[in-house]
RNA sequence: GGCGACGUACCCAAGUGGUUAAGGGGGAGGUCUGCAAAACCUCUAUUCGGCGGUUCGAUCCCGCCCGUCGCCUCCA
């Protein structure tokens, strides 16, 4: 079976044939770093974070570039306001992404470029574009792409390029352009705004060369997949697209993948209407970091999906699900013979999650085979038909699964000597039959966050978070 | 106005031209249990926005209508 993806520029989902067999060059479109972003923004990462996961869990070599965006409008307006550079702004949110980034399990990509980093590989893809006679330069150094140049132009967004010239609205900041619809590769030098020297002249980049020149540094002048945001297609990708196919003359991108948005009170979450949450409150809350993550990646990456309470509510019972399920494993204890089944069911289970992911990322079914699996191994252990070696087995395939999910709880570390002790004196208080002793030292295990359950192999315990 | 998508139970959310419409959450009842928790069992959409059409048969295909959302401007 092959992995399909829905490429944006087909319109349709196509079979995964890397440029290089067994090696996929992923190009994320990361944030920029003006403020801390929010579980939207998140929700493109974890895009991101899945894709790049089931890739190398189907045994795919990748190289997984994301950028950090340290120089724009928003960025100089926020450093200008707080009287600090755009360095220590930018610096500053960066780090709050990479531990946000973290907390909700997201593989580190294996390079996160700063445009401000880059400047040499812009200005050099700038230049090639002016001999290309695709780009000009205006009265205040600013430098536009010509869009009549590349008849390609708008085909990503399924633009009629003649049709944008009605009803544009052109920027006070654009005069000088030849066509409205051009768009800045660079930007000439303003007063308190930062500038850099170079052969092409003193500006700062525009918003778009960014991304081909740090994708085409990390990846190549022509890469497998560049992914980001519905709201990206146009202009964002449209623009990259035109710019890197008129400076090498290779195709950039053979697929191009969109998520959808994440929704709350019925709209995009977004920061200018309001309704933004970010990933600090939510944990602040009490809310577990593989909840947020589950719900996050828990509907179709390219369906818009509800936030809210209640789906955080739901992705915690879930993950509690998932974690009673691993405590009854590890506890349990038969000294009976192998479950001849276990096996197939395993496979089968393994067959329905590789099918559902394959079809383009189709977590709704992977996640319902993994708790199609959950609730079988549970009547299982119920029904004392496994043994303690199937117990091992399970949760170790579990685990494996959970390389692409990110959902599982860590494997479980030793408790702390204090608290091993009240395990072991309630234990000893249970085998007296000292009811009032034993309920005592769970609720005192409870408020240390470590939940225990009673059961036939004895104590179980799992860590609350 | 142009382009794109969506509308499935109380909530979230898969899915298929035809035997029981996934899964998670929630709710009701039950089993187990010193208690608690967990788990398991049963029930919770004769129905898939509405109206037509194609078909032996449509939630799934086509058309229209209604509703919602997104992009067309910074935006994940």
Redesign the pocket.
Known sequence: MTIQLFDTMA?AARELAPLEPGHVRVYS????VYGP??I??F???LFDDLLVRYLRYRGFKVTWVMNV?DV???IIKGARAEATTIGELSGRYRKMLVSDMQTLGITMPDFMPKATENIPQMVELIQKLLDGGHAYKTDDGSIFFRIASWPEYGRL????PE??KV???I?ADNYGKDDVRD?ALWKGPKPDEPSWETSIGPGRPG?HIECSAMSMRYLGPSFDIHT?????????HTDEIAQSEAATGQRFVAYWL??????MG????????GNIERVGDIIDRGISPRALRLALI???Y?????F?E??L???S??V??LD??F??LATYRCDCADDATLAGLLDGTNAAFET?LD?DL?I??A??A???L??????R??ARVLSTADARRAAAFIRDLDRVLGIAPTAEAALEPDLQEMLDERAAA?AA?D??G??QL?VALAARGV?????RDGQ?WRRAD
């Not at 980001?228 to 964002?236: K, R, S, T």
């Not at 969109?258 to 929704?263: D, I, R, T």
């Open positions: 319109g479109c990361g944030p920029t972003a929010h939207g923004n929700r493109s990462f965006t724009d409008d928003r967004a399924r633009l009629d049709g944008m009803g544009e609205r920027e768009f918003w980001g945001g519905v709201d990206l297609v146009f202009p964002h969109h998520n959808a948005f994440l929704q019925g709209q995009k979450m977004a920061k200018s209407l828990s509907a179709h390219r369906m818009a999906l509800s809210g209640d789906s509510q739901a992705a019972s879930a509690d699900r009673a399920l405590a009854a559902a079809d189709n709704s079914p996640l319902a993994l708790f199609d959950v609730r079988e191994l549970n009547r252990v119920d249970r039959r009811w009032a034993s309920d769970r939940l225990v359950e009673d059961s179980r």
